[in-house]
């Protein structure tokens, strides 16, 4: 994944959402109060390109967001996937627009130190079991 950038969704216009940061909103958990504690959220919205010839995206495009390295992202920065922009992802042909959701804003503003960078997978074998397992790189 590359050329990350700050993506402002239409949405985010809505009295829902709550400017915190420049991109950075909070809003109610559209899984309801899935912690006791918190029922808010911070979230945020990125367009990226995925590399189709980096380990994991090879049959990526917009309407095909791979699991490697969306996965490692999400566990990176501790994050869930709050909207897969459906009708952004089926028109464009290289850009792909997603909103990450965190109970965390500190999460957040992790994320958006991606923005101009790449994400990407780099596959190992391990030496103690022989299994295949992939470590995340930014640059």
């Known amino acids: 994944m590359k050329n990350f950038q700050n993506y402002t969704a ?3 216009r809505n009295p829902d959402f709550q400017e915190v940061k ?3 909103y909070k809003t109610k958990s559209p899984y309801g109060n899935f912690r006791e504690d918190q029922e808010d959220i911070f979230v945020t919205s990125l ?3 995925m590399e189709p010839e980096q380990y994991g995206e090879e049959d990526a495009s917009p309407r095909n967001i791979t699991q490697i390295p969306i996965e490692g992202l999400l566990d990176e920065f501790d994050l869930f996937v709050t909207d897969f922009y459906e009708k952004l992802n089926e028109t464009s042909e ?3 627009y997603q909103e990450f959701g965190s109970y965390s804003l500190e999460n957040i503003q992790r994320l958006r130190t991606i923005i101009g960078k790449r994400f990407y997978a780099v596959p190992y074998i391990d030496k103690d079991d022989g299994e ?3 470590d995340m790189v930014i640059e």
Do not use: M, N, V
């Open 22 to 24: 420049q991109g950075i």
């Open 132 to 134: 295949e397992y992939y």
């Open 47 to 49: 367009s990226f390109e």
């Open 94 to 96: 290289i850009i792909c």
């Open 10 to 12: 239409e949405k985010y």
